[in-house]
């Protein structure tokens, strides 16, 4: 187990020392000519190399005294073999000599020491949709780092080793307001490095439903609901018809409406707003009073069953009328149905071939229109 560690501990090591030669190394040519090394001396970094270079003569660069842990050389310097080439390891003093000509003075050495500490991120900020998704960030260092968020929205990768990524993934705005995430890398012996990840918000929405509340004649309230990441404002334009004047986000527009002494139905109609959108209108639409008129000529009818799915009926309560006007119109004003009918005790419409959804079903007869909310269903 121990051979195995060490195995691993040397591999580690030794990929350590090549991506930091490959990214950061710097080459110290030193020329060798009769009896000189050129320059003698030299102070360098563990990452760089050391390269002698023939300029004359027959000589050899021979390591005599290094750190331990660092790899001996002996190589010729001549003219079929005009270089070498020494990548160092470990900090310390490196002397060398020419071996037939040490005694003539020619000696060199060099001192190596670890490379300073460097970290840089980059880019600054990276701005982002209001979408989930993730973005990235360029490290370059020669040292380990590490990574973190001060936000739970956005998370990034924890931590590396020398040149690297940094990827942050970052959940979806639901607001309207952009969110800012920083993002800090630091390390040993370095300043910290800060960044940051600019989320936008999201575009405004706005929903309210249903589109049309049916009221009795009596007096009381309704309620809509309101869909939405803004904030709103509501408002009615009947005075007897007062609503919630505003909110933010998902909630509710309360109308309470005044009892309708009148025989004619009356609309509120209430528009929703946010800013930089188009205004959604609804609308509370109250049945006229039937007060007045008397109950053996009143109209009166029900509806079943509704929901639907194909066939609708109008029951006339037994009442004997020479015809009547039955009309069915959708949320958006259209008349599907429009005919007269036979003032009979019962009347049949067939709906199965229209869409689902809500519409309005309205019966005029003697002078007396009442509508009311059916739905189709499947």
Not at 64 to 71: K, T, V
Not at 197 to 211: D, I
Not at 245 to 269: F, K, L, P, Q, V
Request: with cysteine; aromatic share 8%.
């Amino acid at each position: 187990m121990k051979k195995i560690t060490l195995a691993v501990f040397a591999m580690t090591l030794l990929v350590g020392m090549v991506l930091h030669t490959s990214l950061f190394a710097v080459t110290h040519n030193v020329q060798v000519g009769n009896y000189y090394f050129n320059p003698s001396s030299l102070n360098v970094e563990v990452g760089d190399i050391v390269k002698w270079v023939w300029v004359q003569g027959s000589h050899t660069t021979t390591s005599s005294s290094i750190p331990g842990g660092a790899a001996s050389w002996d190589e010729p310097i001549t003219s079929g073999n005009p270089t070498f080439s020494y990548t160092v390891t470990v900090v310390g003093v490196y002397n060398y000599v020419c071996t037939p000509h040490a005694g003539m003075g020619q000696t060199g050495s060099f001192t190596a020491t670890a490379p300073a500490p460097t970290l840089t991120v980059t880019p600054a900020n990276q701005n982002v949709s209001a979408s989930a998704g993730n973005t990235s960030f360029t490290v370059t260092s020669n040292i380990s780092w590490n990574a973190s968020s001060n936000q739970s929205w956005c998370t990034v990768t924890s931590s590396g080793t020398g040149n690297g990524t940094i990827t942050a993934t970052y959940t979806m705005n639901s607001t309207t307001t952009s969110r800012v995430a920083t993002i800090t890398v630091s390390g040993t012996g370095v300043s910290d490095q800060v960044v940051t990840v600019t989320q936008a918000g999201a575009a405004a929405t706005l929903a309210v439903t249903p589109p049309i509340q049916m009221v009795s004649e009596l007096s009381g309230t309704t309620d809509f609901s309101v869909t939405s990441n803004s904030s709103w404002n509501a408002a009615s334009d009947a005075a007897w018809c007062t609503v919630t004047s505003s909110g933010s986000g998902n909630g509710t527009i309360m109308a309470t409406y005044a009892a309708n002494s009148s025989t004619t139905e009356r609309t509120s109609n209430i528009t929703v707003t946010v800013s930089g959108l188009t205004p959604v209108i609804i609308q509370v639409i109250q049945d006229g009073t039937s007060v007045g008129v008397p109950d053996n000529n009143a109209l009166s009818f029900r509806i079943f069953p509704n929901p639907a799915n194909d066939l609708i009926r109008i029951s006339l309560d037994n009442m004997s009328l020479e015809k009547i006007r039955i009309s069915l119109i959708d949320l958006t004003g259209k008349t599907i149905i429009d005919q007269f009918y036979p003032g009979n005790n019962e009347v049949s419409l067939q709906v199965g071939n229209l869409p689902r959804g809500y519409y309005f079903l309205r019966i005029i007869a003697k002078d007396e229109a009442i509508t009311r909310r059916v739905i189709l269903v499947e």
